[in-house]
């Protein structure tokens, strides 16, 4: 297996733990129960699940109300397609297993 082909099964499985992460807190949140933290929360976002957070607060309606997750989780994902183009178009890296 390259590289490319674990960085995108990394990419899938931190943005479907983004997803569910959301999707465990909203319904936690409704019981009343123990929270994940919004650092956690955040974690996931910065560590390459961004989009799945993002997708996860739209669906379940999650953190919507709150500035620093509607204005930060795009911005995090932003940042994140900004630095993926640039290492796919401007500063292209080849990727070989020795």
Known sequence: MEVVSYILLYFAVINVAGFLSMAVDKSKARRN?????????FLF?????????????RIFRHKTQKPKFYIGIPIILGI???????FL???PLRFRIL
Do not use: H, N
């Open 89 to 91: 178009f401007i500063a």
């Open 45 to 57: 976002a910065v560590f390459g699940g961004s989009l799945g957070c993002l997708l996860g607060m």
């Open 33 to 41: 129960k123990w929270r994940i933290p919004e650092a956690t929360l």
């Open 80 to 86: 994140q397609v900004l630095l993926i183009v640039w």
